[in-house]
């Protein structure tokens, strides 16, 4: 497979792990993940994960509501090593967008992973300001249009046509769901999928010999019937 795979987390143990493993090209954390982790020093957190994760890209995200707040923020961040993203999301929490403030960033030389995007539209407007040829990073909630009833293969493969080009603007399947997500990412053209660890643990089941798979299942079935003790 073409398509790079990251690691999304913010436990640093789990992400050394990770770090030895061949097939990690990159990481990616949010505040959400690193609450979860119960990360208390945000920057402390930042700076050893990208230290940890060096040479491989680490996203890392601002949290500020207003764009002054976000832009000092992705300065900041963005000051602690060139393998650094700043993840920018693309409105704020009014639904205000901020391709004003992806223009202003990435014509400073920021290195850019616009987040949380959902449309051909938003898709279209963030490119627009991408103009200055710095590495940067489209992240497409693909997992959460999905879970929105609708299929994200168009929009992914629309706005893959949309980059098609521009190379140094790379597209990320966000909130995969299941490992079959990692070969529709494959398919619509994504440079990027970013997995949490049960994902992860499931990527040796692609391409799995459905047989095997079959009788495998019925074996766990009967092994925890018979180690629970039931009767009939």
Same mark, same amino acid.
């Given at each position: ?21 061949? @097939? ?32 491989? +890209?680490? &996203?890392?995200? %601002?949290?500020? /509501? ?12 963005? &000051? ?53 040829e710095v590495e940067s990073i489209i992240? %497409? ?10 299929? +994200? @293969? +168009? ?7 949309? @980059? ?11 909130? +995969?769901?299941?490992? @079959? ?12 999928i970013t997995m949490t660890s049960d ?9 799995k010999n459905l047989d095997e798979f ?9 092994? /925890? ?8």
């Open positions: 497979m073409k398509i790079a795979l990251f690691s999304d987390g913010a436990d640093l143990v789990e992400m050394s792990k990770m770090r030895g493993n061949s @097939l990690v090209k990159g990481f990616t954390t949010n505040p959400t993940l690193m609450k979860a982790a119960g990360v208390k020093d945000y920057v402390d957190f930042a700076r050893k994960a990208r230290e940890l994760v060096f040479p491989l +890209p680490i &996203s890392l995200e %601002v949290f500020e /509501d207003n764009f002054a707040g976000m832009a000092r923020q992705a300065r900041l961040l963005s &000051s602690l090593g060139e393998n650094v993203f700043v993840k920018i999301p693309v409105t704020n929490t009014e639904g205000l967008p901020s391709y004003n403030l992806i223009s202003e960033l990435n014509s400073e030389g920021v290195k850019l992973n616009i987040t949380a995007v959902f449309t051909v539209i938003q898709a279209k407007n963030i490119t627009d300001g991408l103009t200055n992240s %497409v909630f693909a997992g959460r249009i999905a879970d929105s009833g609708r299929d +994200p @293969l +168009p929009t992914m493969k629309s706005i893959h046509s949309l @980059l098609d080009k521009k190379n140094h603007i790379k597209l990320l399947w966000a909130s +995969p769901r299941e490992i @079959l997500n990692v070969v529709q990412a494959e398919q619509a053209g994504c440079d990027i994902l992860w643990r499931k990527l040796p089941t692609i391409g079959s009788k495998e299942t019925v074996k766990m079935f009967y092994e /925890d019937a018979i180690n629970s003790g039931y009767t009939i």
